[in-house]
Antibody
């Protein structure tokens, strides 16, 4: 069955770079696309970006200058790197598969990884 | 950016009551998706393509709408429906979520 699992450091210092990994199983990254979505404590959801099955990427313009999404298809892993972290980047970070063409949606989600930005 | 405004922000319904949650888009979108999120859990796909129920979703749920106005309806509220519901548009970049409707039971 399809599974996604996020991993990474729970605590990052302000101004540092966040590195997260999404490890997928039950699907191939060469034919599936994965997005990163985050949720600050007690708040709503924010789409961050996507890496498409062809390796292309799209980012939320609000954070595009700080964000990079990449992948290693042989290891079934998708990576998120975001620099210049601030306290407002404290959030639960999710990866999710996006499926569909004319009608697209996120169907499978990981459990999320909590990231706290603090000195 | 397409802004999705959900209403109400919070509501409480009695068991058996009909519930309608609304999602208004700042520009026309082709379809709407809905997610259910319970406390401490990841969001779950609930309705996709405006009106298609995800696998396992009870048929007391339905979705409708077009253009800038979409809704999720529960025909008869049950205790297990307590959650926050988010709408999501993937018609244009950046993809955006509504701010959510927190649904409680009376």
């Amino acid at each position: 069955q399809v599974q996604l699992k996020e991993s990474g450091p729970g605590l990052v210092q302000p101004s540092q770079t966040l590195s997260l990994t999404c490890t997928v199983s039950g699907l191939s990254l060469t034919s599936n696309s994965v997005s990163w979505i985050r949720q600050p404590p007690g708040k709503g959801l924010e789409w961050m970006g996507v890496i498409w099955s062809n390796g292309g990427t799209d980012y939320n313009s609000a954070i595009k200058s700080r964000l990079s999404i990449s992948r290693d298809t042989s290891k079934s892993q998708v990576f998120l790197k975001m620099n210049s972290l601030q306290t407002e980047d404290t959030a639960m970070y999710f990866c999710a598969r996006i499926i569909g063409t004319t009608t697209a949606y996120f169907d499978y989600w990981g459990q999320g990884v909590m990231v706290t930005v603090s000195s | 950016e397409i802004v999705l405004t959900q209403s109400p922000t919070t509501m409480a319904a009695s068991p058996g009551e009909k519930v309608t949650l609304n999602c208004l888009a700042s520009s026309s979108v082709s379809y709407m998706n809905w997610y259910q999120q319970k406390s401490g859990a990841s969001p779950k796909l609930w309705i996709y393509g405006t009106s298609n129920l995800a696998s396992g979703v009870p048929n007391r749920f339905s979705g409708s709408g077009s253009g800038t106005s979409y809704s999720l309806t529960i025909s008869s509220m049950e205790a297990e429906d307590v959650a926050t519901y988010y709408c999501l548009q993937l018609s244009s970049y950046p993809f955006t979520f509504g701010s959510g409707t927190k649904l409680e039971i009376k």
